[in-house]
């Protein structure tokens, strides 16, 4: 699967063992907003590729839980 590396502003090559799907979901004014990606690491870069959701549900890829910051509620 082809990911473009913002780093090195080119694309790149990535197997399709190594992808990882994954679903963020966050909470806005007007309800929830949802996002589908396609991850990837490449020589120490995180690579992301935003998907609409029936490519995120056809994709055969694992789908791994999204890690959340450190928020500070003021």
Known sequence: MQFYNLKTRSHVEIPDGD???LKMVRETKSGSQTRYALTA???GT???KFVNEATFTASP???VEAKSGDKKKK
């Open 19 to 21: 992808v990882k799907k």
């Open 46 to 48: 995180n690579l992301f």
């Open 41 to 43: 690491e490449y020589q």
């Open 61 to 63: 890829a694992q789908e």
